[in-house]
């Protein structure tokens, strides 16, 4: 779940909550539950990030459309894996089910293509391996880079609503960091 700050006040109930996260794990990682976030969830626009199964989405989905309601959406990338426009009608439907809008979003991991093989490194970095013994802990492809409007608009024309409401999520979130003293 990726959580926005939409105000300042929305901004204060992030950090509390990290705070909580870090103060419960080891130095370095941060534990948080679903049941911490939507403790108070006012003011923080949330975005699910299905996993790679979509097995016990809806329950998740359904607590968070009940505690903040308006604000969250089903977020929604294309990978190219393979089975991309089954997942995205999949997604579609959870969506409408849900009552929560869809929201096309990259997963960015990098600017452009050329970019990949640095993405490879620091994950291998990351995970303590080698290039050669990496495996599956890389990405399938080199599709993780911040595409343009037109491309994803291209990417998701079986959705041409979770490419608009990108707009709608944005105009939502007016939280800006000068706001801090």
């Known amino acids: 779940i990726i959580a926005y700050p939409e105000t300042r006040a929305g901004w204060g109930r992030l950090t509390r909550l990290l705070t909580l996260g870090n ?3 080891k130095k370095g990682e941060c534990e948080i539950g679903l049941g911490d976030l939507l403790a108070d969830p006012e003011d923080l626009l949330l975005i699910l990030m299905p996993p790679d199964r979509l097995t016990g989405l809806e329950t998740v989905l359904a607590r968070m459309a009940e505690a903040a309601p308006g604000a969250v959406w089903l977020g929604t990338a294309m990978h190219r894996r393979g089975d991309d426009r089954r997942r995205l009608t999949r997604l579609k439907a959870l969506a409408v089910w849900a009552g929560v809008p869809l929201l096309a979003v990259n997963d960015t991991l990098y600017a452009g293509p050329e970019d990949r093989d640095l993405q490879d490194v620091l994950t291998c970095i990351r995970e303590g391996v080698t290039i050669e013994t990496a495996g599956l802990r890389l990405e399938a492809n080199a599709e993780r880079w911040l595409k343009p409007p037109a491309e994803m608009a291209r990417l998701f024309r079986d959705a041409p609503e979770a490419v608009g ?4 999520f944005l105009s939502r979130a ?6 801090l003293s």
């Open 23 to 25: 103060r419960r794990a």
């Open 165 to 168: 409401e990108a707009t709608a």
């Open 174 to 179: 007016t939280f800006d960091l000068s706001e």
